[in-house]
């Protein structure tokens, strides 16, 4: 079966543009669709236009039903099993529990309360949940509350699957279950057979074909712009001779023949006139490439060398609280221009290794063993947590950084012009991580701490940090979820067990 979607446009009420413009779609419900695209780019807007929840113009065609994941949660004190009964009257117990059992829950999370869940535990139920209707998923974020091996099982369960869409940020998830992406890029929509990397390598391609045309129109333009200014002059020369008052030119005592002169004139203006057309196409056509060029401006960090090439030293390191023990006998070394990856389920103690690295783990920590970090030691953090308020503007002079530049890499994040004048208080958690990560980017720093720096960023943005944390040589400590990053930055890989 096929959806059909033809000259769809779309704006929220408070827009000043369209998400959507005449987009015009045919995809197969057999296909396992990834769905990228930066910040503001549509990708949820889509799926919501897809179940119905949002009407455009145009018209969409499909001969199913479609069911939405995350869906919203009326009282999260009920159980999981009245739950499922709410969100899918029609549907068959077995059906959810065949589901389950294959996301490798135990089935009594079904008479649990729901808000006793963990993150995912919820990810997996509701999921479950949307796969045990007759109905097609459209799936938004599932990887948010999962781990490195929670994300690896999720993918092998979705790509067992007959077909779905899902949006996503973590490129090895994509990889790992999707067998076509469709894109919501700067200037078109694209769809890709393959997976993300597929898409990738083809993406690229692209960006080379365009860059090479790229400086070939800025070659052109340069010498059409000498060519130019040549001809004008001549057609200066050649009216100044013209409109002699004399009749002589200027330098000698000849009589000027106008006509032979006029003809010449009008000869060089046209000669003139044709470059600068040439010209002015030779300037529209670089408007025209550099449409999609709103990204090429790479990121940078700034590191700054410490006086000695050991930046940190753990030695039968002990963690616990009253409850719980978190690290025991653990030792780690930190050198010059090292990236570390620190992975690990959850609750772990990736957080508060980080933590007590920083120097800023609570007094409900109880630690023992020896942890030499120089007091001179400049670190920046980046919580996985934020709590920040205040204006951005007061935010980068607080930290002594260019505002500018903290406020470019924020546009970057998919920040609008009008959130630069909001106080950060008001915030969503994801755009006060934003904030933090990209204060830590402007940061000039012996060392970068990140605890989940990812979250809430599109592949763009991740791609760009991987760059310029890779380029600026920079040590950095870090946990995150997200395979490819690890694959890419890490020079080595710490496994908290």
């Known amino acids: 079966m096929l959806i059909d979607i033809e000259n769809l446009s779309f704006c929220y009420p408070d827009g000043l543009e369209d998400v959507f413009s005449g987009l015009n779609l045919q995809i197969d419900s057999g296909w396992k669709l990834g769905v990228v695209g930066g910040n503001g780019r549509g990708k949820t807007t889509f799926l919501k236009l897809l179940s119905g929840e949002l009407k455009g113009r145009g018209r969409i065609t499909a001969n199913m039903n479609f069911v939405r994941f995350p869906c919203e949660i009326s009282d999260e004190s009920k159980t999981a099993y009245e739950l499922f009964y709410e969100i899918a009257p029609e549907a068959e117990l077995w059906r959810l529990q065949k589901e389950i059992g294959l996301l490798n829950l135990e ?241 772990r103690g990736k957080s508060t290794l980080l933590k007590l690295i920083c120097g800023i783990l609570g007094e409900q920590f109880k630690i023992s063993g020896e942890i030499a970090v120089s007091p001179r030691l400049k670190i920046s953090y980046v919580p996985q947590m934020c709590k920040i308020e205040g204006y951005i503007g007061a935010y980068a002079r607080e930290y002594g950084m260019d505002e500018w530049y903290l406020k470019a890499i924020l546009s970057k994040f998919g920040f609008a012009e009008k959130d630069f004048d909001r106080d950060m208080k008001v915030f969503s958690q994801g755009q006060k991580k934003k904030c933090a990560l990209a204060r830590s980017i402007c940061e000039k720093a012996n060392m970068y701490i990140w605890d989940e720096p990812l979250n809430y960023l599109d592949i763009s943005a991740r791609e760009q940090i991987e760059q310029a944390v890779i380029s600026s040589g920079a040590t950095l400590l870090f946990v995150e979820h997200d395979a490819a990053f690890i694959k890419n930055v890490a020079t080595r890989i710490i496994e908290l067990k």
């Not at 999962?146 to 690896?152: A, C, F, P, T, Y």
């Not at 390598?201 to 200014?229: P, Y």
């Not at 030779?282 to 090429?296: M, R, W």
């Open 107 to 347: 089935e009594d999370i079904l008479y649990r309360p729901f808000n006793t869940l963990s993150g995912g535990e919820r990810t997996k139920f509701l999921l479950a949940a949307a796969f045990a209707q007759e109905a097609f998923p459209l799936i938004d974020e599932p990887t948010d509350h999962l781990d490195l091996i929670g994300r690896k099982y999720l993918a092998e369960y979705l790509n067992r699957k007959n077909g779905f869409i899902v949006i996503s940020h973590d490129r090895a998830f994509l990889d790992g279950c999707c067998n076509r992406i469709l894109a919501f890029e700067k200037t078109e929509t694209l769809i890709t057979r393959g997976n993300y990397s597929v898409y990738y390598t083809e993406r690229e391609k692209r960006k080379a074909a365009e860059e090479s045309k790229k400086e070939k129109l800025e070659s052109e333009r340069a010498r059409l712009r000498r060519s130019a200014a040549r001809a004008a002059v001549w057609g200066a020369s050649a009216e100044s001779a013209i409109s002699n008052k004399n009749g002589r030119l200027s330098d000698s005592h000849a009589v000027i023949d106008r006509g032979f002169l006029s003809a010449k004139s009008a000869k060089t203006q046209k000669r003139a006139k044709v470059i600068a057309e040439r010209y002015s196409r030779a300037e529209e056509g670089i408007k025209d490439l550099l449409k999609g060029y709103g990204e090429v401006e790479a990121l940078r960090l700034q590191p700054q060398k410490f006086f000695r090439a050991q930046y940190a030293e753990l030695r039968d390191i002990c963690v616990r609280t009253d409850k719980k023990l978190l690290l025991n006998g653990f030792n780690l070394d930190i050198s010059e221009g090292e990236r570390i990856a620190v992975v690990g389920g959850n609750g």
